[in-house]
């Protein structure tokens, strides 16, 4: 198998195999990233993606999930995806499921048949970054999109019959905007309805815009109290049924896992206490930090 760099993948994507069809991320420009700063997006041959496919059948009697790497394989054209897509079918008929990151400006370059045919040909799930639902935090950040544009194109590829991952980042406006950024937040993810619904907490690297802005004293971090409170409004003004709502990544304080609606007061309950003292808080040294 070929791999070059760093290899990202979503948690859920841990005993998945994983084929690096392209090196980085096409747009690489947001303020809290730091992920593909090291690789400068391009395509991989398709050639040896079909190598690193034969060489993995050859080595593993059983694949069940395969995830297509870097930051951003939907932007691939339609025939290196389908190519790709139709030698997985071919190669490793046990696989159930196959997925892919899919920034929204992918999704803008997929016709609604384009989309459909990528889930006929075995694209199962798209994992999208709507990261806030603030309009002016998404700019801020340098997301590249609007909040209306990744709403809109989020409910195509569900459309289009494909599962939805969708991400939002606990923490990214601060102690200065943490109310309006959860109620806008959980405006859209209702708007969105995923199937899953994965909760990250803003990390803070060096040689980021935001890591210059916190140096500035333009943004102040949270701690894990206030993020937990962040949490909290976020459950309060979701609606969202039958989401799987996930809050227990490596970066989150308060591991958190439920389906909405139905475990809605459940998961609030449990902030609540956290917030009382009755339930620990993982410290920064069991997140990595």
Not at 70 to 97: H, K, N, Q, S
Not at 170 to 182: F, I, L, T
Not at 230 to 258: T, W
Request: proline share 3%; glycine share 6%.
């Amino acid at each position: 198998m070929h791999y070059s760099g760093a290899v990202y993948r979503p948690p859920s994507e841990a005993h998945s195999l994983i084929v690096q069809c392209t090196l980085g991320c096409s747009h690489n420009r947001c303020a809290f990233c730091i992920m593909y700063k090291a690789k400068q997006f391009s395509i991989n041959p398709i050639e040896q993606v079909l190598g690193d496919l034969a060489e993995a059948r050859a080595q593993y009697p059983y694949i069940e999930r395969i995830f297509l790497a870097d930051g951003d394989a939907l932007i691939l054209p339609m025939d290196y995806l389908l190519t790709v897509l139709d030698d997985i079918r071919e190669r490793f008929p046990e696989c159930e499921r196959v997925s892919a990151y899919a920034s929204t400006k992918a999704l803008m370059r997929k016709s609604d048949a384009e989309l459909q045919t990528l889930r006929e040909h075995g694209l199962a799930l798209v994992y999208v970054g709507l990261e806030s639902g603030s309009e002016e935090l998404l700019e801020k950040y340098d997301k590249g999109v609007t909040v209306e544009e990744i709403v809109t194109h989020s409910l195509r590829a569900k459309a289009a019959g494909m599962a939805l991952s969708v991400t939002a980042i606990n923490g990214m406006g601060g102690r200065e905007q943490s109310e309006a950024h959860a109620i806008a937040t959980a405006a859209a993810l209702s708007r969105i309805k995923a199937d899953y619904v994965a909760m990250l907490t803003l990390r803070v690297y060096s040689g980021t815009p935001l890591h210059d802005w916190i140096e500035r004293g333009e943004l102040t971090m949270l701690g894990p109290k206030e993020l937990a409170a962040e949490n909290r409004i976020i459950l309060q003004h979701i609606d969202s049924d039958g989401s799987v709502f996930r809050s227990n990544h490596a970066s989150n304080y308060l591991p958190l896992k439920g389906t909405l609606n139905r475990d809605r007061d459940a998961l609030i309950e449990q902030i609540d206490k956290a917030l009382a003292g009755e339930v620990r808080f993982r410290r920064a040294v069991e997140l990595g930090l």
